[in-house]
C-alpha cells in the first residue's frame, strides 16, 4: 500500500514515517505545502534509515500529489489547519482513499491542557464534514508519545485507537497499524465515539506535567 | 486510617472496600442510605476476606455515621447522587476529612457511551461546590475496571488518575491508593483538569465493547 503523511514534516507525521518504513513494506510518502521542505525531511527520515541499515524509500511531494498517489492519506496536520487541508487535496480523494485523522483540538492554562473540540464535537467528526462524502475517514494515532515515535532507537508497547464509520477502512488502518513494531491498534467504534478518544491526549500531555518520572506518555488498555 | 466508602455496597465501592481491607491496615467502613443494607454488604465482604485467610475487620453504618469516622470519605455512589449524599453528610465533614469522588457523568446511544458531565464541568468540580468549603475534594478511581478489581481472585496492574486543589489531600490519597496491590496512583493536576480524567470511563467502556477478547477494561499510562 502506499501511505501519504500529510504535514508528515514534524511531530507525529516524522514518528509514522520512520516506523512505517523501517517496520513495513509499505511505500511511504511525505507530503507538505511546499514540496521542498517535504523533500528535505525525507532526506533526513533516509539518512536515520540508512545509519540503522534499512534501505526504505520515503518520497516528498507538495501535499496534492501524495493523497493523489496514496491509497491511505493521514492529516498529519495541527488541527486548526485539518479542515483545510483537506479541501486543498479533495481533488486527489476517492471512495478508494482512506482518509486518517490524528489531530486533537487542545486549549492550555497554568493547570494543564484541557480538550477543546470544534463544533462537531471533535477533529474527526469536522474532517468527515469537509471531506467528499465518499471518502472513508478514520480517527486514529491520538495518543501517541510522538517523541518516542520519532526516535527509532526506543522500543516501545503502545496502544492506539481507532474510529470511523466504515469498518472496512477502520480495518484496514488497523492491520496497517499492526504491522509497526511494538503498536497495538484496537476499534474504538464509530466517529460519534471520537471526542472521547480525543480527549485523552490533553490527559496525557497532564500527566506528563504532574509525574516527574514521567515524560511524553502514552496508554495500554488493559 | 479510617476510610468510608459511602454507597460502598456496589460496583466501585465493593472492590475498593475488599481491596483496603486486603492489601492495607487501614480501618474500612460501608455506609449505605440503609444501614441495615450496609451491614448486609460488610458481611459479604467479611465472608470474602475470610475465605481467603484474612482477618480484617470492615463495619457497616448509616452514611452519616461512617462519614463521622472517617479520614477519608469516598462517595462511591451514581453521579446524580453524589452531590445530594454530599449535602447530606455535610456535617460529618471538615478540613480534616478528604472527600474523594469516582463518579463520572455517562450518557449512552447504540454507539457506545459519551461523556456527559454537569454543567459545573465535571462531577469532581460538582462535589467541590456541593461540599463545605473547608473540605478538601480529591476526585480518584474513575477509570477503574470495577469487576476486576471486586473479584479478589484477580490479580491486576492498574493506574488510577488523582486530581484535587489540595497537594497534601491529593498526596494522601496517593500514598493510599498506592498500598492497594497492583494499583498506581498518577497526579493529574487542580480539579479544573478533572474532565479529561473523567471522561475515560465511557472510553474504557467503549474499548470493551469492541474488542471481543477485552472485557472490563483499565489503564496503564506509560
Redesign the interface.
Known amino acids: 500500500m502506499r501511505i501519504a503523511l500529510l504535514g508528515g514534516t514534524g511531530d507525529i507525521g516524522e514518528g509514522l514515517a520512520l516506523r512505517f518504513a523501517r517496520d513495513t513494506d509499505h511505500e511511504v510518502l511525505i507530503g507538505s505545502r511546499d514540496p521542498e521542505k517535504a523533500r528535505d525531511a525525507v532526506d533526513g527520515y533516509e539518512t536515520e534509515l540508512d545509519e540503522r541499515g534499512h534501505e526504505a524509500t520515503v518520497k516528498g511531494f507538495a501535499n496534492e500529489m501524495a493523497a493523489d498517489r496514496a491509497d491511505v492519506v493521514i492529516l498529519s496536520v495541527p488541527p486548526y489547519y485539518a479542515g483545510d487541508t483537506v479541501e486543498a487535496v479533495a481533488d486527489s480523494l476517492d471512495d478508494e482513499t482512506i482518509l486518517v485523522t490524528p489531530a486533537v483540538g487542545m486549549k492550555g ?1 497554568e ?5 477543546h473540540p470544534p463544533g462537531a464535537g471533535s477533529v474527526s467528526e469536522l474532517v468527515a464534514q469537509r471531506a467528499p462524502e465518499a471518502v472513508p475517514v478514520v480517527g486514529a494515532y491520538h495518543n501517541l508519545a510522538a517523541g518516542k515515535l520519532a526516535d527509532l532507537d526506543v522500543e ?3 496502544d492506539t ?1 481507532v474510529v470511523g464509520d466504515n469498518p472496512d477502512a477502520n480495518e484496514t488502518v488497523r492491520t496497517l497499524t499492526n504491522e509497526i513494531d511494538g503498536l497495538r491498534a ?5 466517529l ?2 471520537a ?3 480525543e ?2 491526549t ?3 500531555i ?2 506528563a ?3 516527574d518520572e ?1 515524560h511524553d ?6
Chains 1, 2 share one sequence.
Do not use: R, T
Open positions: 492554562d493547570d494543564g491542557m484541557h480538550y516501545f508497547d503502545l485507537l484496537l476499534e474504538a467504534g464509530p460519534s465515539n471526542a472521547e478518544v480527549s485523552v490533553p490527559l496525557v497532564n500527566i506535567k504532574y509525574n514521567m506518555v502514552g496508554v495500554k488498555w488493559v
